[in-house]
């Protein structure tokens, strides 16, 4: 009767012993599963940030280079229509000058024709 008595212990000893291996064991894997979330939520929000910082870098440098193509296709198209503005000015002032010029030479023909007239009248009038 004692054996069975001590058999009964020992058996209600290992089934205790056996539930609050299982109740260790499943918080201890709780415990490792939230430290495990917790690691892999820190490197996610690091890995996170280091994304963020080098495309936050990428589009500041990228807008940098965009500036600078804008700014320099400004002052080719401006330096072009300078030069178009002044091949025109330039055009226009030759076109001036010949006109100028022509009326001159007209001008000139025309009082060199009034002389020659003139002598020419003058000549049949003494004649």
């Known amino acids: 009767m004692i054996e069975r008595f001590n058999a009964e212990i020992q058996n209600q000893r290992d089934q205790f012993n056996a539930q609050n291996r299982l109740v260790i064991d499943q918080a201890n894997a709780t415990w490792f599963r939230q430290v495990a979330t917790a690691d892999t939520a820190a490197i996610n929000y690091a890995n996170q940030q280091s994304v963020s910082n080098l495309l936050a ?71």
């Open 57 to 127: 870098y990428s589009t500041v440098a990228l807008n940098n280079m965009y500036q600078a193509e804008r700014d320099a296709m400004e002052q080719a198209w401006a330096s072009g229509e300078g030069d178009l503005e002044r091949s025109t000015e330039i055009a226009i002032a030759k076109i001036n000058a010949d006109a100028e010029l022509a009326k001159a030479d007209a001008t000139e023909d025309a009082a060199s024709s009034s002389a020659i007239g003139g002598f020419v009248s003058d000549v049949i009038g003494l004649l």
